[in-house]
């Protein structure tokens, strides 16, 4: 399994940003998806994720405000972000949980090397 991350960029306080994760073969569709971001002296957190029938969870900092979302063709996973805050700035890993369904906390398997988001001013 290959993942690999797109869409990372320096964006104002406010803005909006869509990372793109693209899976090799039927990954996407296969497993659960999630998004994870890493953040400078603190844990990785699970940010959004979502199970193969499409149910989504989000994090309470982000509910409201990032999507999580497969593409049309099932290998790309998106996460759209909007209402941006410095505290959103981090490393966003795209992985993937050979489980079907995931909750936060689940663990997940394969991982992209991530997409660098910096929200500042």
């Known amino acids: 399994v290959q993942l690999e991350e797109s869409g990372g960029d320096s964006v104002q306080t406010g803005g909006s940003l869509r990372l793109s994760c693209a899976a090799s073969?039927?990954?996407?569709?296969?497993?659960?998806m999630g998004w994870f971001r890493q953040s400078p002296g603190k844990e990785r957190k699970g940010v959004a994720l979502i199970d193969i029938d499409g149910t989504t969870t989000y994090a309470d900092s982000v509910k409201g405000r990032f999507t999580i979302a497969r593409g049309n063709g099932r290998n790309t996973v998106y996460l759209q972000m909007s209402a941006l805050k410095s505290e959103d700035s981090g490393l966003y890993h795209c992985?993937?949980?050979?489980?079907?369904?995931?909750?936060?906390?689940?663990?997940?398997?394969?991982w992209g090397h991530g997409a660098q988001v910096t929200v500042s001013g």
């Open positions: 073969g039927d990954t996407a569709s296969r497993y659960c």
């Open positions: 992985a993937a949980s050979e489980r079907t369904t995931c909750r936060l906390g689940t663990p997940f398997h394969y």
